[in-house]
Nanobody, 119 residues
Framework: QVQLVESGGGSVQAGGSLRLSCAVS????????MGWFRQIPGKEREGVAA???????YYEESVKGRFTISQDAAKTTLYLQMNNLKPEDTAMYYC?????????????WGQGTQVTVSS
């Protein structure tokens, strides 16, 4: 059974940083991507960052240069380092496994962790 458990969310002021973690278990890595998504109430879930099987990162335009996706060598933990946070980054953040790029059609999802950025 695949389990994805996020942690690291919280409340910060604009310009601050947070590091999200996603503990991955029960998942056999494939040629597909792992990713981070975010969602605010009333809007569709959007891709923030993704990483392919070779460790190459991909980012949504608004987070380029501020967010960094990475994973540990064993691929059991996925990270999202978020720097220079802005109020518009406020959302529930989800990690996901076995999908394609930044498209929200991943089959496996965590429960989410809330990020709130105040101005």
């Amino acid at each position: 059974q695949v389990q994805l458990v996020e942690s690291g969310g919280g409340s910060v002021q604009a310009g601050g940083s947070l590091r999200l973690s996603c503990a991955v278990s029960g998942y056999t890595h494939t040629n597909n991507y792992m990713g981070w998504f975010r969602q605010i109430p009333g809007k569709e879930r959007e891709g923030v960052a993704a990483i392919d099987k070779d460790g190459n990162p991909y980012y949504e335009e608004s987070v380029k240069g501020r967010f960094t996706i990475s994973q540990d060598a064993a691929k059991t933990t996925l990270y999202l380092q978020m720097n220079n946070l802005k109020p518009e980054d406020t959302a529930m953040y989800y990690c996901a496994a076995d999908g394609w790029w930044l498209l929200p059609s991943y089959p496996y999802w965590g429960q989410g962790t809330q990020v709130t950025v105040s101005s």
